[in-house]
């Protein structure tokens, strides 16, 4: 393996983005080249200005139009040519430290897919909204009982598959269900899945957090329509 693409969906994440790049560009990428891809979901806050002065040095798409952290992330991996896919919020809430964490047992072949687990990691007790945390906790445990699994962490941002496995996957959702969705098919394929601890920063939705208890219930019924169906 040579090469790892880190994809970053972008929504109106302008006091952020910049300060996310100079941490994606310092991570250790366990001696692999990195390819960087930007997706503008059509951003209404002084995103995009950013992104265009970035377009030298990233590889940047903008959707004319809002569609989701799905489409977006659909996007960018049909331009991925990294032999492992890293997805990576714009937002502070996770640490690109922490890829050295998930690469390896790629690259080592000890997994087709490495979760980033927030609640293996007790030292993040302190930095979760309850009422979030709560509702992680709930979802990932629907998620072991339709699936017969045992993660930990199911809507975790840190996903790092094997190239050729998320572009075998077709990819339906278009917003926030997009988690609960990959990670169905993940489970169904029966992909050696693994998880490691990971650090976190949650935030709260007066500080730029987009996802809201509406997710929660499309992420419920994602997780049964997908039980049923591919």
Same mark, same amino acid.
């Given at each position: 393996?040579? *090469?790892?693409?880190?994809?970053?969906?972008? #929504?109106?994440?302008?006091?952020?983005?910049?300060?996310?790049? =100079?941490?994606? =560009?310092?991570?250790?990428?366990?001696?692999? +080249?990195?390819?960087?891809?930007?997706?503008?979901?059509?951003?209404?806050?002084?995103?995009?200005?950013?992104?265009?002065?970035? =377009?030298?040095?990233?590889?940047? #798409?903008?959707?004319?139009? $809002?569609?989701? %952290?799905?489409?977006?992330?659909?996007?960018?991996? *049909?331009?991925?040519?990294?032999?492992?896919?890293?997805? +990576?919020?714009?937002?502070?809430?996770?640490?690109?430290?922490?890829?050295? /964490?998930?690469?390896?047992?790629?690259?080592?072949? +000890?997994?087709?897919?490495?979760?980033?687990?927030?609640?293996?990691?007790?030292?993040?007790?302190?930095?979760?909204?309850?009422?979030?945390?709560?509702?992680?906790? #709930?979802?990932?445990?629907?998620?072991?009982?339709?699936?017969?699994?045992?993660?930990?962490?199911?809507?975790?941002?840190? /996903?790092?598959?094997?190239?050729? #496995?998320?572009?075998?996957?077709?990819?339906?959702?278009?917003?926030?269900?997009?988690?609960?969705?990959?990670?169905? %098919?993940?489970?169904?394929? /029966?992909? *050696?899945?693994?998880?490691?601890?990971?650090?976190?920063?949650?935030?709260?939705?007066?500080?730029?957090?987009?996802? $809201?208890?509406?997710?929660?219930?499309?992420?419920?019924?994602?997780?049964? %329509?997908?039980?049923?169906?591919?």
């Amino acid at each position: 393996m040579n *090469k790892v693409s880190i994809i970053i969906p972008v #929504f109106n994440e302008k006091d952020t983005l910049e300060l996310l790049l =100079e941490k994606v =560009e310092r991570a250790n990428f366990s001696g692999l +080249q990195k390819e960087i891809i930007l997706v503008d979901d059509f951003s209404t806050d002084g995103t995009r200005d950013i992104l265009k002065r970035l =377009e030298h040095k990233y590889m940047v #798409f903008f959707h004319d139009k $809002n569609q989701g %952290k799905g489409a977006a992330i659909r996007t960018a991996v *049909k331009h991925a040519s990294g032999d492992i896919v890293v997805i +990576q919020d714009a937002d502070l809430e996770y640490l690109p430290d922490d890829y050295d /964490k998930l690469l390896p047992l790629i690259i080592n072949n +000890q997994a087709d897919v490495v979760y980033g687990s927030r609640f293996k990691n007790q030292n993040n007790s302190k930095n979760f909204i309850l009422k979030n945390k709560l509702a992680n906790l #709930f979802l990932t445990m629907l998620t072991n009982l339709l699936y017969g699994a045992e993660i930990t962490d199911m809507e975790t941002c840190y /996903k790092a598959f094997k190239s050729e #496995f998320i572009r075998g996957i077709n990819i339906k959702s278009n917003r926030f269900d997009f988690e609960p969705e990959i990670t169905a %098919k993940i489970l169904k394929k /029966k992909a *050696k899945l693994v998880e490691v601890p990971i650090s976190y920063n949650g935030r709260g939705h007066q500080e730029g957090k987009k996802i $809201n208890w509406k997710d929660g219930v499309h992420a419920i019924l994602t997780l049964i %329509k997908f039980r049923f169906q591919d």
